[in-house]
């Protein structure tokens, strides 16, 4: 199943991506379970679903895409998770995965815009496969670790690269106003199914940027879980941001920035696919 969260008419609202529509589930659950991170921390996507016949149906041309979970307790990036983007960033070796977060305010949905800030011209691309927490857990084991998820998106991490190397904290290049894009839904386990072939690729006004398959992560989804719910409990809802594979913008001679009017696009076999165009902040 694929899950979104949108606006129709206006109004948010969330539901099930049925071919070329949506089933407004929130329209009709909005008492029980007012957006999709609810209905994911009850353990309630079936049930949901099941109401699908009292909804209204939209087609997805009426609707205004959001982040598939607007309102995430925290999002959690993997840094330097491909092999060839950390040879290509010169950074070294290390035993664990790095981590930094995203404020759930960076954030923008499925064909919006994103934003290039005015303090700078040096906003990167990011392609990545994202994971959404259904089942919270501290000490999460790596076993267990696929029991925890709710499902799968794609994610387009816009980085400004300047702020980014301020220091060497990630945190202010990683949270701009609407650089990070995630959608356009959330796809059920059952219906990624294997992970390790399906294929990601980042095309930037059609010329494919970047270019792997979700097996060539250095740290695996188990890991990732089992090292996030050690410092921190991971909650319904939680967005783990699982790595970029080389081919980055700031990487190539010369750089390759997004400018305004380009459209970059993230897609992952059997996930979905993501676009964007780029603009500038007024």
Request: net charge negative; aromatic share 8%; glycine share 10%.
């Amino acid at each position: 199943m694929k899950f979104a969260s949108f606006k129709i008419n206006g109004a948010s609202s969330w539901g099930l991506v049925d071919g070329n529509d949506v089933i407004d589930l929130g329209a009709v659950l909005r008492d029980r379970f007012p957006d999709l991170k609810s209905a994911i921390a009850a353990a309630a996507l079936a049930e949901a679903a099941e109401s699908a016949g009292k909804a209204a149906r939209h087609p997805l041309s009426a609707i205004a895409w959001l982040p598939v979970i607007p309102n995430p307790d925290k999002i959690l990036c993997i840094g330097l998770n491909y092999e060839n983007h950390r040879k290509e960033t010169g950074r070294t070796e290390v035993e664990n995965p790095t981590v930094f977060g995203r404020f759930a305010n960076s954030q923008t949905g499925h064909l919006t815009d994103i934003i290039r800030p005015k303090v700078s011209t040096d906003l990167d691309y990011e392609g990545e496969l994202a994971l959404i927490i259904g089942k919270p857990g501290r000490y999460i084991s790596k076993k267990d670790s696929w029991s925890h998820i709710a499902g799968y998106a794609c994610y387009n991490e816009g980085s400004v690269r300047n702020y980014q190397r301020h220091t060497h904290q990630f945190t202010p290049g990683k949270n701009f106003p609407n650089t990070g894009a995630f959608g356009p839904w959330m796809v059920t386990p059952d219906e990624a199914g294997d992970l390790g072939p399906l294929r990601l690729q980042t095309r930037l006004n059609g010329e494919v940027v970047q270019d792997t398959t979700i097996a060539e992560m250095i740290f695996d989804i188990p890991r990732q879980i089992e090292y996030c719910s050690e410092f921190t409990r991971l909650e319904p809802g939680d967005v783990i941001v699982t790595g970029t594979p080389g081919g980055v913008g700031s990487r190539r001679t010369p750089p390759l920035w997004m400018k305004p009017g380009d459209v970059v696009e993230v897609q992952i076999d059997r996930i979905g696919l993501l676009r964007n165009t780029i603009a500038d902040e007024k």
